[in-house]
């Protein structure tokens, strides 16, 4: 039987004069001995790999059509197996990947970036966990406004870096989110994108991690909720571990940061989120939103850059016609105070001023010597006031 005469697969060799010579053949050999006998799943990554050494596009398509026919398997699934599969050269064993005692102690400090200061650092993951009607939703959208914008979200310490943010609502309807948007922005919210159940009723992160790669690239990803981009078992640890590792690394190579909304089951009391405990294992920050009467308790349960404590807050939302306003009342001798200090001071916010004067400057507001000290010690750990020394050792101020 006459059979069309294929290309030489270029298999490197030495051919004694200290040249390369070609091999020919070799790999096509094995691939079509492979596809001609009885084969398995378990031959499937080293047809792929011989595939992929194939450079003629036409005997590379043919290998595929009869992959997928013998393994039943559609044609841009074994061909994005090809494209992303790497040589074995470039792969570099566990043994490599050692780091000694001095490489640890020696390697250069890196300084943690924020989206929120001190709440969201870059590159991590926050669970916002909460029963329904906790007004989850409503914090991730204020949270997202002032992300975009580059404002303080709830309190003055938790200055946003200006970046762009990605919505993917897919519980909300486009009515609801038009009416918070209202109450909410009392200016455009530009830089900020909505993915909605309108236009797409829910994601498979496992089919699609490809599509959002390029969505999240280099922006704030906030997804209502959770279980809605994803097929596996929420109450499975390995499946959950699965999904969370598909967002560690969105998380780590592409986005500035995750936001997840993740629903409580009823019945774990105050704390605890519903299904496998895979999902709080493996995210950075993890808050919990919980009714506490007239207000919302922000309570951080976990956090891998701070301690939880400096993070909880109480916050008061209320709803009106015109607005929407959600206010952090956990500190409101501090965020009183800043603000007299900022009034007194708004002339020449460059201005250095000695602890003594700021003393005296702020007596005529009632406070006293030993409690503006400790709200100045404060302000300097939240980082909206800069110490320095002055003349005579004296204690200086400036803001940040």
């Known amino acids: 039987m006459h059979t069309k005469e294929k290309p030489t697969m270029a298999v490197v060799g030495d051919n004694g004069n200290g040249k390369e010579s070609v091999n020919t053949n070799i790999a096509q050999n094995d691939i079509e001995n492979l596809l001609e006998t009885s084969f398995n799943k378990n031959d499937y990554s080293r047809i792929v790999g011989l595939i992929r050494q194939e450079p003629t596009e036409v005997f590379r398509n043919k290998y595929i059509r009869v992959l997928c026919e013998k393994l039943g398997l559609g044609f841009g699934d074994v061909l994005r197996d090809i494209e ?27 300084e943690t970036k924020y989206v929120i200061n001190k709440l969201l650092p870059e590159n991590f993951i926050m669970l916002l966990a909460g029963r329904r009607g906790t007004k989850k939703s409503l914090i991730a959208l204020r949270m997202a ?39 909410l922005a009392y200016h455009y919210a530009y830089n900020l994108k909505f993915l909605l159940r309108q236009d797409i009723l829910s994601i498979d992160i496992e089919k699609q991690i490809e599509e959002l790669k390029e969505l999240v690239k280099d922006k704030v990803v906030i997804i209502d909720t959770l279980s809605k981009i994803h097929r596996r078992d929420e109450n499975s640890n390995p499946h959950m571990t699965i999904i969370m590792e598909h967002l560690i690394n969105l998380a780590q190579t592409e986005a500035k940061a995750l936001i997840l909304l993740h629903h409580k089951g009823k019945g774990l009391g105050d704390l605890g989120s519903r299904g496998a405990t895979a999902i709080e294992d493996n995210a950075d920050v993890v808050i919990e939103i919980i009714p506490d009467k007239n207000y919302v308790n922000f309570k951080c349960t976990k956090h891998r850059d ?42 020449d916010e460059s201005i250095f001023s000695t602890q003594s004067r700021i003393v005296e400057t702020m007596k005529p507001y009632g406070y006293s010597r030993e409690t503006v000290i400790d709200l100045l010690s404060e302000a300097c750990d939240y980082e909206l006031l800069k110490r320095t020394k002055g003349e005579n050792n004296s204690t200086r101020y400036c803001f940040n």
């Open 84 to 110: 992303n599969q790497k040589p074995k050269t470039e792969q570099k064993k566990l043994s490599e990947k050692l780091r000694s005692f001095e490489d640890i102690i020696d390697s250069e400090d890196i």
């Open 306 to 347: 701070c301690k939880e404590e400096d993070i909880s807050r109480l916050l008061e939302i209320n709803f009106t016609d015109e607005e929407i306003q959600i206010k952090d009342v956990s500190d409101q001798e501090f965020n009183i105070f800043f603000q007299h200090l900022k009034d007194e001071y708004n002339k």
């Open 145 to 183: 406004i002032d992300i975009v914008r580059g404002d303080s979200f709830l309190t003055e310490n938790w200055r946003t870096t200006a970046t762009e943010v990605v919505y993917i609502d897919l519980e909300n309807s486009i009515k609801l989110i038009k009416k918070r948007l209202r109450l």
